[in-house]
């Protein structure tokens, strides 16, 4: 296992459309998190998942913003109807049940 | 959470040894401390974790004194790879949170 995948590395697309990322977490891994980061910034929790539970959502993520993890393997974050400020890095982590995450590289999308 | 607060930034030379302090003063009794690093375009790296004393492992060492109000994250001989941005975190729950990091600048 190589780690935690994201796909795409980046992502251009036109205000109002749909957007939809995935996250290949490491495959021991029960545990799978998103994160959102903008320039010069810590990252932001968004939600995390145990296996198939979505066990936290951050106030941050509006009705726009959805996360599955089915099966408790990949997980997926669409953001629907996008807004400029939706731009940034979003970051996918897995863990077990410690504190010790491994990120993803994350996914860069820009919103024009 | 307990809060943290760390230097927003810090320069050092190659070579040096590089230490970043971290306080945190209402740390609860079951509060670890856990330091990442992140370049620039990648997610941050788990690098060390602590309770109290002193933890090694091959990238660093942390030390944390008796009252655990503070932690102070050692870098040992820096290199100009080392420029990055560090955070320190506290907690125990199922999620970290992430401060602004203290970002470190290696110069030659």
């Known amino acids: 296992d190589t780690g935690v995948s994201q796909d795409p590395r980046h992502k251009i697309t036109k205000r109002g459309q749909n957007v939809t990322f995935r996250c290949d977490p490491i495959?021991?891994?029960?545990?799978l998190y998103w994160y959102r980061q903008t320039l010069g910034q810590g990252p932001e929790f968004l939600t995390y998942?145990?296996?198939?539970?979505?066990?936290?959502k951050s106030r941050l993520l509006s009705d726009r913003f959805s996360a599955e993890r089915p099966k408790g393997s990949f997980s997926t974050l669409e953001i629907q109807r996008t807004e400029q400020g939706d731009s940034a890095m979003y970051l996918c982590?897995?863990?077990?049940?410690?504190?010790?995450?491994?990120f993803g590289s994350g996914t860069r999308l820009t919103v024009v | 959470l307990a809060k943290t607060t760390q230097p927003i930034s810090m320069d050092s030379y190659e070579g040096q040894e590089v230490n970043i302090t971290c306080s945190h003063n209402?740390?609860?009794?079951?509060?670890?401390i856990t330091w990442y690093q992140q370049f620039p375009s990648q997610g941050p790296r788990f690098i060390i974790q602590?309770?109290?004393t002193k933890v090694t492992n091959e990238v660093a060492s942390l030390f944390i004194p008796a009252d655990r109000k503070s932690s102070t994250l050692s870098l040992p001989r820096v290199s100009l790879s080392d420029t990055a941005v560090y955070y320190c975190?506290?907690?125990?729950?199922?999620?970290?949170?992430f401060g602004k990091g203290t970002r470190l600048h290696i110069l030659p």
């Open positions: 998942f145990q296996n198939e539970a979505q066990l936290e």
């Open positions: 495959s021991e891994h029960n545990r």
């Open positions: 209402n740390i609860a009794t079951n509060d670890y």
């Open positions: 975190l506290v907690g125990e729950d199922d999620k970290i949170i």
């Open positions: 602590g309770y109290k």
């Open positions: 982590a897995s863990s077990l049940e410690d504190r010790r995450y491994t």
